[in-house]
T-cell receptor, first 110, second 116 residues
Framework: RKEVEQDPGPFNVPEGATVAFNCTYS??????FFWYRQDCRKEPKLLMS???SGNEDGRFTAQLNRASQYISLLIRDSKLSDSATYLC???????????FGQGTTLQVKP | EPEVTQTPSHQVTQMGQEVILRCVPI?????FYWYRQILGQKVEFLVS????????KSEIFDDQFSVERPDGSNFTLKIRSTKLEDSAMYFC??????????????FGPGTRLTVL
C-alpha cells in the first residue's frame, strides 16, 4: 500500500461547482496532515493544515478521519484560478520529513 | 511576505560533474529541507537539517549527496558526481517549528537540474 494515496484525476468541473478530493495514508501513527497546491512546474504551496476537528479557510474545508486514515479537501464555488494539482501531504513521525501523494489534478472550466 | 529563494533556476550539467544548488531559507526559520521531483512523479524527501546537522535522510540521499549551511543565510545541496537519473526539480524548504506537530514547510521555486 502506498504511503499516501490520491486519485490522480483529472477532475474537470465548471466554475462555481463544489469538488471534493480524498486521500488515504498508511501509517496510523502519522501526526500532521496538510494540503498543498502545485501549479504546473512550480513549487508546492501550502494551502492548509488539516486538524482532527476539521477546519475551514474561506471556500476550502479539510477533514481528517484518523480511524479510517482518510483526509479530504472540499472546494466550494470553484474559480478558474483553482485549477492546479492538489497534494495530500503527511508528516508520519514528527521528524520533519513530509510524505507527498501523487496529487489530484483539478481543471475548472468557464 | 518572506519567501525561500533558490539559485540557479535551471542548471544543465554533464554526467559525472559536480553541482551545487543554493537556497536562502526564510530568515527566522531554523529547519531546512531538500526535496526533489522527477518530471511527472511525486515530490520526494531527500534530507532535513537542523543546528548544522542532518536530522534525517532518505534512501535517495546517498554518499553522492551532501548539504551544508556555509554561512548564516545559505543552505546548499551538493551532488558530487551527477547521474542521468539525478535530473529533476530540486526544492528547498524551511520551517520554524521543526519537530513539532504542524511544522508547516515553505518551499522555494526550485532548481531544475538537467544531467546530459
Amino acid at each position: 500500500r502506498k504511503e499516501v494515496e490520491q486519485d490522480p484525476g483529472p477532475f474537470n468541473v465548471p466554475e462555481g461547482a463544489t469538488v471534493a478530493f480524498n486521500c488515504t495514508y498508511s501509517n496510523s501513527a502519522s501526526q500532521s496532515f496538510f494540503w498543498y497546491r502545485q501549479d504546473c512546474r512550480k513549487e508546492p504551496k501550502l494551502l492548509m493544515s488539516v486538524y482532527s476537528s476539521g477546519n475551514e479557510d474561506g471556500r476550502f474545508t479539510a477533514q481528517l478521519n484518523r480511524a479510517s486514515q482518510y483526509i479530504s479537501l472540499l472546494i466550494r464555488d470553484s474559480k478558474l484560478s483553482d485549477s492546479a494539482t492538489y497534494l495530500c501531504v503527511v508528516n508520519p513521525s514528527n521528524t520533519g520529513k513530509l510524505i507527498f501523494g501523487q496529487g489530484t489534478t483539478l481543471q475548472v472550466k468557464p | 511576505e518572506p519567501e525561500v529563494t533558490q539559485t540557479p533556476s535551471h542548471q544543465v550539467t554533464q554526467m559525472g560533474q559536480e553541482v551545487i544548488l543554493r537556497c536562502v531559507p526564510i530568515s527566522n526559520h531554523l529547519y531546512f529541507y531538500w526535496y526533489r521531483q522527477i518530471l511527472g512523479q511525486k515530490v520526494e524527501f531527500l534530507v532535513s537539517f537542523y543546528n548544522n546537522e542532518i536530522s534525517e535522510k532518505s534512501e535517495i540521499f546517498d554518499d553522492q549527496f551532501s548539504v551544508e549551511r556555509p554561512d548564516g543565510s545559505n543552505f546548499t545541496l551538493k551532488i558530487r558526481s551527477t547521474k542521468l537519473e539525478d535530473s529533476a526539480m530540486y526544492f528547498c524548504a524551511s520551517s520554524a517549528r521543526g519537530l513539532a506537530r504542524y511544522n508547516e514547510q515553505f518551499f522555494g521555486p526550485g532548481t531544475r537540474l538537467t544531467v546530459l
